[in-house]
């Protein structure tokens, strides 16, 4: 208990430090990366819980860690770092440790001008490194396009398309994210996304809230349902970002 309520002090003090000007737009809790890039000079850390049950097997991610940063006008650049935990609920077998890092940028390329979406493009690469359980065979490029439309003062659309590239194949990843501002500073929002591969395809399905406290500062709870035999059976998840 100690050891949480100094967490919660010290994420206070961040808050109450950190810059509060316009409304920051962050990557999570959806799985549509936004097509907003971090303006220069300013950084967002993001923070999640992620619990993801699949049969036998519960899968955790204790601190799903991504940092962006503004680097320039249009450019921030992104890494990303996960503590995971598998765990058999038949043996009880356990494996824990840290995933591969995630190292990128986010570019901008267009506002949003009427039906035209504001556009971004990332291009990231995920690392042969972390613990063996998690590392996989050799390093993966990933480019993703990100697209946004105003529908109106309170809903908005996200989108994406991207490619990864494990091993010589090519995974094309999808999302669409419908997002309903229904008080001010609350979103809630629905998500089909999935992950179509050679010989195969996982398909999900992801909703929840978003609640911004301050311009620079956001909590989230989401929670969702795989649509294919290969997906998971169900996750739920929470987590925080900041905005300096």
């Known amino acids: 208990m100690k050891n949480v309520l100094t967490f919660l002090f010290v994420l206070g003090t961040m808050v109450s ?11 999570r809790p959806t799985q549509s990366a936004a097509s907003m890039v971090v303006p220069k000079g300013n950084a967002i850390i993001e923070y999640g819980f992620i619990h993801e049950s699949a049969g036998d097997l519960n899968n955790l991610t204790f601190a799903n860690l991504h940092a962006r940063i503004g680097l320039f006008q249009g450019v921030e650049f992104r890494v990303t770092q996960n503590i995971q935990q598998t765990k058999n609920t038949v043996t009880d077998v356990k494996v824990s440790g840290l995933s591969p890092l995630t190292l990128g940028t986010k570019i901008h390329v267009i506002g949003e001008q009427g039906a035209v979406p504001q556009t971004s493009v990332i291009a990231q690469v995920t690392l042969d490194n972390g613990d063996d359980a998690f590392r996989p065979g050799e390093a993966i490029p990933e480019v993703r396009f990100n697209f946004s439309n105003t529908l109106s003062e309170f809903l908005s659309l996200g989108y994406n398309i991207g490619f990864a ?21 609350w979103t809630v929002f629905a998500e089909p996304y999935g992950f179509i591969y050679d010989g195969g395809s996982d398909h999900r399905f992801n909703a929840g809230f978003i609640y911004l406290v301050k311009n620079n500062f956001q909590v989230d709870l989401t929670g969702g349902i795989g649509l294919s035999d290969i997906s998971p059976d169900s996750f739920f998840g929470f987590g925080a970002a900041i905005g300096f």
Not at 165 to 183: C, H, K, M, R, W
């Open 17 to 27: 430090m950190a810059q509060d000007s316009d409304p920051m737009v962050t990557d």
């Open 165 to 185: 590239f494990p091993e010589d194949n090519t995974t094309t990843i999808y999302t669409a994210v419908l997002g309903y501002s229904f008080q001010p500073g």
